[in-house]
Each structure stands twice: as structure tokens, then as C-alpha cells.
């Protein structure tokens, strides 16, 4: 009988070691999700981030003109990350790149995003 008992007990006990291995691989796999998601949630607001700036440009009839291989071009589209795509853009063949707001003639240049605010009235994030 004591054989029998002592038999049990180790079956408990590689029962409740393996269980805690378990335990610690879930514990590591929380931290790693959390780290992964921290990550995924800085990234899209480091690309994001002027999405409402950049509609408000659209809004306010801002345009610029560029070319897809100038450096400056890629300067200014650089400044806004993903958020580019909500400025209305248009390829040229002369002065660029530059912006037009409204009817008013283009201003050549690359331009800073608090210059644009300034121009149109959007407020920077």
C-alpha cells in the first residue's frame, strides 16, 4: 500500500510540475503580446497621426503638385507619413513642388506642416 501511495504522490507531483511550466509559457506569451501590441499601436499613430490634419488640408482646397522621383516631392510627402494619401495631389511637369490653396497662385517649395497650418487654419496634432 505505501508503495501504491507513493506512486500517487509522484504522479501529483510531475502533475503540478508540469502544470507550472504551463503556467510560466503563458505568462511569457502575455508579455510577448503586450510588447507586440505596444509596438503595432505606436507604429499605426507614428503613421496616423496627421490623418484629420491632412483632410483638413483637402477641406480647405489645398492641392500640391509634384513629381514622383523629386526629392523634395518625396521630402514634403515624407512629412505626413500614410496620412498622405487624403491631400488631393496632382503629378506636374513644372513648379514643384508646391501647394495651392484655393484660387490663390502656387507657392513654390517644400513647406513646413506648421506653415500649411498657418495657411489653411487646421490645427497640427
Excluded at 508503495?3 to 509559457?25: F, L, P
Aim: hydrophobic residues 35%; glycine residues 10%.
Amino acid at each position: 500500500m505505501s508503495e501504491e501511495r507513493r506512486k500517487r504522490q509522484q504522479e501529483r507531483q510531475g502533475a503540478a510540475e508540469g502544470g507550472s511550466n504551463a503556467g510560466k509559457y503563458l505568462k511569457w506569451l502575455g508579455v510577448v503580446a503586450l510588447l507586440v501590441g505596444a509596438w503595432c499601436a505606436g507604429w499605426y499613430y507614428r503613421n496616423h497621426k496627421y490623418d484629420s490634419f491632412a483632410k483638413c488640408l483637402a477641406a480647405h482646397q489645398a492641392r500640391m503638385y509634384g513629381l514622383y522621383w523629386c526629392p523634395h516631392c518625396i521630402e514634403q510627402k515624407e512629412k505626413f507619413g500614410a496620412s498622405f494619401k487624403y491631400i488631393s495631389y496632382v503629378e506636374c511637369a513644372k513648379l514643384f513642388p508646391a501647394w495651392q490653396f484655393g484660387t490663390d497662385p502656387p507657392k513654390e517649395g517644400v513647406l513646413s506642416l506648421q506653415a500649411l497650418s498657418d495657411k489653411t487654419g487646421c490645427s497640427l496634432p
